[in-house]
């Protein structure tokens, strides 16, 4: 009676002793299962933040190559705009240098037709004497 007694508790603390060991591998694969989940997870993490950096540089790039272009351009604009205020200022120094050309040629002119007038004047006198 004690012997199947003993029997029946040593089995009892077998069949518990293997619902424990199974009890615990289950734990241990789903802890295993959540590493490996865990593991994929900061994989994409680290994938998203590569992907991040990439991104960051590039914009910081094109916005530098933009700046740059701008300020090509700017530069470009500037040296245009001087250009132009150089030959507006040399077009209204030629322009004054014409008008005053032109003003003296006029006061010749004048000079030169009263010369011719009081020559023809004197011209007629000699005939009206002679």
Do not use: F, Y
């Amino acid at each position: 009676d004690t012997r199947s007694e003993l029997e029946e508790a040593k089995k009892k603390h077998e069949d518990s002793a293997k619902e424990a060991s199974e009890d615990m591998q289950r734990k241990d694969d789903q802890a295993k299962a959540k590493e490996a989940e865990l593991d994929g997870l900061k994989q994409k993490l680290g994938e998203l933040e590569a992907k991040s950096r990439d991104a960051k540089d590039l914009a910081k790039k094109q916005e530098q190559k933009l700046a740059e272009e701008l300020q090509a351009k700017q530069e470009e604009l500037a040296s245009k705009e001087m250009e132009l205020a150089a030959k507006g200022s040399s077009a209204i120094e030629e322009k004054e240098r014409l008008e005053g050309e032109l003003s003296s040629k006029a006061s010749e002119l004048e000079k030169k037709e009263q010369d011719m007038s009081s020559l023809q004047k004197r011209l007629e006198e000699e005939k009206r004497e002679k």
